[in-house]
């Protein structure tokens, strides 16, 4: 998950795994230049969090129901 601390999305999000039990590794594009670029070269917008899912697909700025869908259901 690319995100930021200051950033009230990608807190919920990572608090939404965290329940899940959902592993997932936190990128940090505010302190790292070429994260923030590869995020942006990912979902295509400057908006965070942006979830890289286990099969490649993207979610950007997801909703916990989003993310329900996308994780919980496989």
């Known amino acids: 998950?690319?995100?930021a601390e200051w950033c009230g999305d990608c807190r919920r999000a990572k608090a939404w795994l965290?329940?899940?039990e959902v592993p997932f590794v936190e990128?940090?594009?505010e302190h790292d230049e070429a994260a923030?670029?590869?995020a942006v070269r990912l979902s295509g917008?400057?908006?965070i969090p942006v979830v890289v899912l286990p099969g490649g697909g993207i979610l950007?700025?997801?909703s916990?129901?989003?993310l329900a869908t996308a994780l919980?259901?496989?």
Do not use: F, K, Q, S
């Open 27 to 29: 990128i940090d594009v």
């Open 72 to 74: 919980l259901t496989r």
């Open 36 to 38: 923030r670029e590869e």
């Open 18 to 20: 965290r329940r899940n």
């Open 60 to 62: 950007v700025e997801p």
């Open 64 to 66: 916990d129901a989003e």
């Open 1 to 3: 998950m690319y995100g």
């Open 45 to 47: 917008r400057r908006n």
